[in-house]
């Protein structure tokens, strides 16, 4: 059973930053990919950006050239950092740890991280 903490969220100003964090617990292997998804209230639940144990990274236009991923696949650990935000950046942040084929059941979520951006 792998376990997903998130921490790093809170209110930040328009134009401000915020580094967010996640680690998977009980893992025996690098986990496959670890990625960021947000949710704001009344939306669905969407990509921010995934990183690949390899390396490969995949952003959503909004988050491209503000927002940067990053691993540290010793510690199943992964960050994002995020850079001039936006009101509309304002959303619940969620880490996903997905552990690859051929499982079936691959996909564990954090409790999600609140992050508010207001003036």
């Known amino acids: 059973q792998v376990r997903v903490v998130e921490s790093g969220g809170g209110l930040v100003q328009p134009g401000g930053s915020l580094r967010l964090s996640c680690e998977a617990f009980g893992s025996n292997s690098v986990i496959y990919n670890m990625g960021w998804y947000r949710q704001a209230p009344g939306e669905r639940r969407g990509l921010v950006a995934a990183m690949h144990s390899g390396g490969h990274t995949e952003y959503a236009e909004f988050a491209k050239g503000r927002f940067t991923i990053s691993r540290d696949n010793a510690k199943n650990t992964v960050y994002l950092q995020m850079n001039s935000l936006k009101p509309e950046d304002t959303a619940v942040y969620y880490c996903?740890?997905?552990?690859?084929?051929?499982?079936?059941?691959?996909?564990?979520w954090g409790q999600g991280t609140q992050v508010t951006v207001s003036s």
């Open positions: 996903n740890a997905d552990l690859g084929p051929p499982l079936v059941l691959r996909d564990y």
